[in-house]
């Protein structure tokens, strides 16, 4: 099992999560940003979300391969669990796996009760719906006819759910490999998110410091779990 000292890294990213929530709820940092990415007179985004080629990298490829790497680890597991390669790895195999089941759901929970509009449907953007920091309420005469969900940001969820591949290595290399990995997946798959309108940049620095602080949570759990059956 890995050595990595759970409990310092779970404070740290409720450190990091409040320092940023509190960054941007304090600012207009997000609009500042934001703007960058908008085009007013053309009344366009940087990218148009039609364009085939980076959805498929950016949106569609990493979904369908993320969903059919956690079912390769349920085989392993379910199948191949007396396997010495399966035994040797279990741990972080369990990690990763409740870490791409947990990350997205829990995201996914926190968008539907925070009522955060994307940036495409303001009306800094052409939109209806004014904008209105997560903390904050809408005007009574602009309350949305429907919950918005767009914070945090949910497709970057699962590419910053590989952070838990750091549980399955070993060597300081393949860990830093791992986290690279994980950050620049996830670092595009929201990037991408932000130039065709859909998030602001809060919305993926939140879920990845929400990606880790559940990855640690959870390899902690596991760590427990298992060391309690031996």
């Not at 310092?8 to 207009?28: A, D, M, P």
């Not at 009344?43 to 391969?65: G, H, Q, R, T």
């Not at 940049?201 to 990606?211: C, E, P, Q, R």
């Amino acid at each position: 099992m890995n050595n990595l000292n759970l409990t310092k890294h779970i404070l740290i990213s409720i450190v990091y999560l409040v320092l940023v929530f509190g960054l941007f709820e304090l600012t207009n940092l997000d609009l500042t940003i934001q703007n960058y990415f908008y085009d007013n007179v053309k009344d366009v985004w940087l990218w148009s979300k039609k364009e085939p080629i980076l959805k498929l990298f950016l949106y569609d490829a990493p979904k369908k391969a993320l969903a059919f790497f956690a079912l390769g680890i349920i085989i392993s597991l379910l199948f191949f669990r007396k396997r010495d390669l399966i035994k040797q790895y279990k741990y972080g195999l369990i990690v990763v796996l409740l870490s791409l089941i947990i990350i997205p759901s829990v995201i996914g929970l926190l968008k539907a009760t925070t009522n955060s509009a994307c940036p495409v449907a303001l009306e800094n953007y052409g939109g209806d719906i004014p904008y209105v920091k997560v903390l904050a309420s809408y005007p009574p005469n602009k309350i949305p006819s429907k919950i918005q969900k767009c914070f945090p940001a949910g497709h970057a969820s699962g590419g910053f759910a590989l952070l838990s591949l750091f549980f399955i290595f070993i060597t300081k290399k393949n860990q830093t490999l791992a986290i690279v990995f994980s950050m620049s997946l996830g670092g595009l798959m929201g990037s991408y998110k932000m130039i065709i309108g859909d998030h602001f940049i809060s919305h993926t620095l939140i879920t990845m410091g929400m990606a880790w602080f559940l990855t640690c949570t959870i390899a902690a759990l596991v760590q427990k779990s298992l060391l309690f059956q031996k």
